[in-house]
């Protein structure tokens, strides 16, 4: 009975000892542009922009971590969870659910950069760029500014109102955009990508996917897909720049009534290709499965070139 007692309590303290996460709060007057890296291999963190020039750091970190480090000095902040290594720990590739949960401020001015492996961002406000990078987890974005590249590799991104040089790229997972502005950059293997954007420029490619883009006043687009579609209704735009190209693929292109540009489409390997902006229809080359369309409208000031291999092509108005 007492060995059982004694059992009973070191399980239970052992189990207190697991369980118990090291709690953080740190707060460091530091520059309004200030150079900010963190780090944090598990869990969850959302980033915020505050009025003040200070970092501010709140939360518990990971169960697995062995503390933490913060240094700030000349311009530049880092704060990292330390975290086993492989060989110490085995593998800590477990859920995100099991890592840290921080809340951390920076100045709006500040240049940020974040890492994780396991790990979910939220992060806005940011006005000085953002460059956030996970492998495993979600990756939400809302009002940064400046040069703004958002990665991860089986998670989605969310993208809402950014405005700059925008870069979103997943490998297996979905990316909705919406408000952006500036020059936008999306990228998706095995995932689909929709966007309702104003930037002016556009580009845009997904491999097993699908892409839905609404697209207003943009000034050069270029989009491109394997073994996906590309649906693209263009607003506002009456002279763009326009490459699409499908490899067993569909595109699908909506344009205003008076767009005035020349118009270039080659459907090959068995290909189509359908306009319903004009009465102009594709020629059937006399060798070949191969088919073209050339036609302007208006003064023919812009452009739209647009090619596919064993895919469809298709030309439509508002």
Do not use: C
């Amino acid at each position: 009975m007492k060995q059982q007692l004694i059992l009973g309590l070191a399980l239970s303290l052992f189990s207190q000892l697991v369980v118990a996460a090291e709690s953080v709060n740190e707060n460091l007057q530091v520059a309004g542009n200030e150079k900010i890296y963190i780090e944090n291999m598990r869990g969850e963190v959302e980033i915020v922009a505050n009025s003040e020039n200070r970092f501010k750091v709140s939360g518990t970190l990971d169960e697995k971590a062995e503390g933490y480090e913060l240094d700030s000095k000349n311009g530049f902040t880092s704060f990292k969870v330390k975290m086993p290594s492989l060989r110490n720990y085995g593998n800590w590739d477990d859920q995100e659910k099991e890592g840290s949960r921080l809340k951390i401020e920076v100045p709006f001015g500040t240049e940020l950069e974040f890492q994780g492996v396991n790990a979910s961002v939220k992060v806005s406000g940011v006005q000085g760029s953002t460059k956030v990078t996970t492998v495993n987890g979600s990756v939400y974005a809302e009002k940064l500014q400046k040069f703004i590249q958002l990665e991860t590799v089986n998670g989605e991104i969310t993208s809402v109102n950014n405005n700059g040089r925008i870069t979103l790229n997943t490998v297996n997972g979905e990316i909705e955009d919406t408000g952006s502005e500036g020059r936008l950059s999306i990228d998706a293997v095995n995932g689909s990508i929709e966007t309702k954007s104003s930037a002016s420029e556009v580009s845009v490619s997904v491999v097993n996917g699908e892409a839905d883009l609404e697209l207003t006043n943009v000034q050069q687009l270029n989009m491109s897909s394997v073994n996906g579609s590309l649906d693209a209704e263009v607003k506002g735009s009456l002279t763009p720049r326009i490459e699409a190209s499908t490899v067993s693929g569909n595109a699908k292109l909506k344009l205003e009534k008076a767009i005035s540009a020349k118009f270039n489409l080659v459907a090959n390997a068995g290909g189509s290709i359908k306009n319903e902006l004009t009465s102009q229809k594709a020629e059937k080359a006399k060798y070949g499965p191969r088919s073209s369309l050339e036609f302007s409208t208006g003064k023919g000031e812009g452009s739209v070139e647009m090619n596919t291999v064993s895919g469809s092509m298709k030309l439509e108005t508002h």
